[in-house]
């Protein structure tokens, strides 16, 4: 496979799906395995993903390692050495690098309701 941006595979899915340094918009499968790929949206049961960029992923059981992510959405979610902007699961286990914990979610949903009423306090 070249590397032009037509390159791009457009949708997998299946049962079982193995991915290898391919890029790849959409993947939905019971389990999933990606090494050394980039996708838009994964989404499946069991994923096992490894060296890889992802923009969002939805699983029952995700594990990465090594691995950037816009967002990702699990019951059970094992990360190392990862980097998310979002992340939503019941349990999260290893070394995870969020930009909004909960703290500064917060911190931040608060800067905008004071900023929105300064604003509205100023104009009126």
Known sequence: MGRGASNV???????????????????????????????????????DVADSALLTVRGRDVRMDDCASLAVVGEQVTMRDCGTILLLARRVEGDVRTVFAPASAFALGLGIVVGITLVRRLRA
């Open 9 to 47: 595979i457009p949708a997998v899915s299946g049962d079982r799906i193995e991915i290898d340094q391919s890029a790849v918009r959409s993947v939905d499968g019971e389990r999933i395995e990606l090494r050394q790929a980039a996708a838009q949206h994964v989404s499946g049961d069991s994923l």
